[in-house]
């Protein structure tokens, strides 16, 4: 069984000032994680994935995420936001081994203040 | 195009309707998947096909709610006897392997009324 669980339903923040996402999982096999962000009216797009390389996984849009294996976490961070990272974001988990059914987070919307 | 691309993008219907939403995948991508989003809600997943066949169907709601592929490319969402619950944004994603990148489309946003 995999299941994943977005901390936060709403992240507010200032424009310029750091994002941190919160996002733990559970599986039963070695997982693969993801990240998707959804804009208004437009399809979801991958942030970036981790699947068994380097924890410190970077993605577009100076993204970041870092898989621990000991906390069951996949945090999003970026170190300042933009006004165009307003969206809502999505942790997704695959356990491989498993079903390979991927699974979502209920989201995360971000909120970006000038 | 190159991305997958879904139809209907709107979709409003009466109670009791049927209802038929198509997705084109990314060419020569193999493995195709059918997700349900409510409003405030993560998608929720409802078919998973390898090609042609429906590798994992544990996600359909009910007997109202099937979808083909049958040519491995192409897929049909079809829902029978639509209900207000019904209602809900049906999106597409094709992907090149199981457990690869989900490439999605914007969605069919389904209406009944």
């Known amino acids: 069984a995999q299941s994943v669980t977005q901390l936060d339903s709403h992240v507010s923040v200032s424009e310029g000032t750091p994002v941190l996402l919160r996002c733990n999982y559970s599986?039963?096999?070695?997982?693969?994680l993801f990240w998707y962000v959804q804009h208004p009216n437009k399809g979801l797009q991958l942030l970036l994935k981790?699947?068994?390389?380097?924890?410190l996984v970077k993605g577009i849009n100076g993204f970041e995420a870092e898989f621990k294996k000991s906390e069951t976490s996949f945090h999003l961070t970026k170190p300042s936001a933009h006004m165009s990272d307003a969206a809502e974001y999505f942790c997704?988990?695959?356990?491989?081994?498993?079903?390979?059914?991927?699974?979502f987070g209920r989201g995360t919307s971000l909120i970006v203040h000038p | 195009g190159a991305g997958v691309s879904q139809t209907p993008s709107n979709k409003v219907t009466e109670k009791g309707k049927y209802v038929e939403l198509r997705c084109d995948p990314i060419?020569?991508?193999?493995?195709l998947y059918w997700y349900r989003q409510s409003l405030g809600q993560g998608p929720e997943f409802l078919i998973y096909?390898?090609?042609?066949?429906?590798?994992?169907d544990s996600g359909l709601p009910n007997d109202r709610f099937f979808a083909v592929r049958p040519e491995g490319s192409v897929s049909t969402l079809k829902i029978q006897r639509t209900e207000r619950g019904d209602s809900a944004v049906y999106l597409c994603?094709?992907?090149?392997?199981?457990?690869?990148?989900?490439?999605f489309g914007e969605g069919s946003r389904l209406t009944v009324l």
């Open positions: 994603a094709s992907s090149l392997a199981r457990a690869g990148e989900l490439f």
């Open positions: 599986s039963s096999y070695s997982p693969s």
């Open positions: 981790y699947t068994s390389a380097a924890t």
């Open positions: 997704v988990v695959i356990a491989s081994g498993g079903s390979y059914i991927p699974t």
């Open positions: 060419s020569g991508h193999t493995a």
């Open positions: 096909f390898q090609g042609t066949g429906a590798a994992d």
